[in-house]
């Protein structure tokens, strides 16, 4: 919180930590990574100095990283607003320092007893900071706009019961999220984007700016507690949020923006669309959010989509809509109905982790293509819906084809998570004889899987049996570990029939062993 006693060694540390990185991690790598120097400097709580002591811990912060790397990527001033960029930047320039990019936070909501949020805010916020930017003596083009933290409110470092703190656990989040990208997207040119970061506060509940152990809020209620106001997309225990599930809505957008009409920018009813690179899938977000957090009732939608790819004429294509509501995609309205346990039984942390994942609205299902398609839908306040038609079915669960983390599962029997202490870090699970674990919405595609690689480590030989549905469901495959003498090891295992479509996923262990993660393969 203090300034240091002596920025010459305070220079020195900060080429050091740069050097280690270029050591670790190669300098074209590290030449890619943005260096914000401190946190907050306006703000008594981070900051025992004052701005002009921040200029000169960010001075010697320049000279240290660029003696490593002098076209390293370093700015800040990371105030709590814009209003102190101008005055940031004109130093940087008169000081003759290097500054690539400028950045702010903003919490639209403010406090955690605030009881509205709007989005709108956080595009005002980007205009502000912009013209911050040029009355500091630069352009958009040499000093990028960063918005390095934001959300409904500042507040969410857990125990608060506010709106706008409840919304960081609930689904009131989704709806604000989606909007607040939606209406920067707006102000895009052409293919550059209105800022350049803009970062959502924060990944997971394990947060340390409360009081309790480490300054976490959870650890400090024992580490069980699911939802305690905090502002990850992930609880402290890793199940995913409904604001997860808004980011993860984001992720199936496609690379080309297309017009989409008869929003409002306002309350109610917004989307946005776009066109996949190939021309063989265009996804619709359609939200409805209010800035009053606790908005009830629903607005109907009718969407109509024109003009389709003249190479669809004739053809089947897919229509996948998924949700994200009170009842859809919202470990936390499950939570509520199950009396908010502080320490969920392990029924209950299945109930909780199968709400976690992105959730179909409807089958998947099949129509021909014409010129236009037409969709109805009631969406709820504080609600959003996904709408993909394409070629191809998407993705609707877990990936096969990319690692699932052992730890990560939905249910579990017998297993227990640890330290994993492989290359990699993170966590593993140790599984013993007949204890299994399992995952949903395991995606392996239409095509299929017929093998699978494991991250295993085992002191001496056994089996893991692959199951569909059931730990006695249909038997996928069984592979046969080989001792690994106490060290990880990667072995594959084919299965016993290609594997295809979306199921829940059981391994049942045969015997002692570790797992790291898992891949499957065509």
């Known amino acids: 919180h203090d300034p240091p006693s002596d920025n010459a060694v305070y220079q020195q540390f900060i080429q050091a930590v740069v050097q280690h990185c270029v050591d670790q991690y190669g300098a074209a790598d590290v030449g890619t990574w943005y260096w914000e120097v401190w946190n907050e400097p306006d703000y008594a709580g981070y900051w025992t100095g004052t701005m002009t002591d921040y200029y000169a811990l960010y001075d010697r912060a320049v000279d240290g990283a660029s003696a490593v790397l002098p076209n390293i990527l370093i700015g800040g001033p990371a105030t709590t607003s814009f209003s102190g960029i101008s005055a940031f930047l004109q130093h940087c320039q008169s000081a003759g320092k290097r500054v690539t990019f400028a950045s702010s936070h903003c919490y639209p909501g403010g406090s955690g007893s605030a009881t509205t949020a709007d989005a709108t805010a956080l595009v005002s916020d980007n205009t502000s900071r912009l013209a911050q930017i040029t009355t500091g003596g630069y352009t958009s083009s040499t000093v990028k706009s960063f918005n390095t933290e934001w959300n409904t409110s500042y507040s969410g470092q857990g125990g608060m019961t506010g709106p706008v703190v409840v919304s960081m656990d609930s689904h009131g989040n989704a709806a604000f999220i989606l909007k607040a990208v939606k209406l920067l997207s707006d102000k895009n040119a052409g293919d550059t984007p209105a800022l350049d970061v803009f970062s959502y ?23 069980t507690l699911p939802f305690g106001g905090v502002f990850g997309l992930m609880t402290f225990q890793g199940v995913r949020k409904a604001a997860f599930n808004a980011f993860r809505m984001l992720n199936y957008l496609g690379s080309r923006r297309l017009s989409a009409t008869g929003g409002t920018g306002s309350d109610g009813i917004d989307t946005m669309a776009t066109l996949s690179t190939a021309n063989d899938e265009i996804a619709i977000i359609v939200h409805n959010d209010y800035k009053t957090i606790n908005t009830s009732g629903a607005d109907g939608v009718r969407l109509t989509v024109s003009n389709l790819p003249s190479a669809w004429a004739g053809k089947q294509i897919f229509i996948t809509a998924f949700g994200v509501d009170a009842d859809h995609s919202n470990p936390y309205g499950v939570w509520l109905t199950q009396g908010s346990p502080s320490s969920p039984t392990e029924a209950q942390w299945q109930e909780l982790r199968s709400a976690q994942h992105l959730a179909l609205l409807q089958p998947v299902c099949q129509t021909t293509a014409t010129n236009a398609y037409f969709m109805t839908l009631t969406l709820p306040r504080q609600g959003a819906a996904l709408i993909i038609l394409g070629l191809k079915r998407p993705l609707t669960g877990r990936n096969a084809l990319v690692a699932m983390e052992a730890e990560d599962y939905d249910g579990q029997s017998a297993v227990t998570k640890e330290a994993s202490g492989d290359s990699d870090m993170g966590q593993s699970i140790a599984a013993t004889v007949s204890s299994y674990v399992y995952f949903e919405n395991v995606d392996y595609t239409d095509s299929g899987v017929g093998q699978v690689q494991l991250r295993v480590k085992a002191d001496s030989s056994t089996t893991v049996a692959l199951h569909a549905d059931a730990s006695d469901g249909r038997l996928l ?7 690994t003498g106490g060290a990880w090891a990667t072995q594959t295992c084919a299965l016993s029939q290609t594997v295809a479509g979306v199921s829940r996923l059981y391994l049942v262990f045969g015997g002692d062993m570790h797992l790291n993660w898992m891949q499957f393969q065509p």
Do not use: H, N, V
Request: glycine share 20%; aromatic share 6%.
């Open 201 to 223: 506060e924060a990944l997971s509940d394990i947060f340390d700016e409360s009081s309790g152990p480490s300054g976490s809020y959870i650890l400090g209620k024992g580490g």
């Open 477 to 483: 495959g069984t592979c046969t570990i080989a001792a």
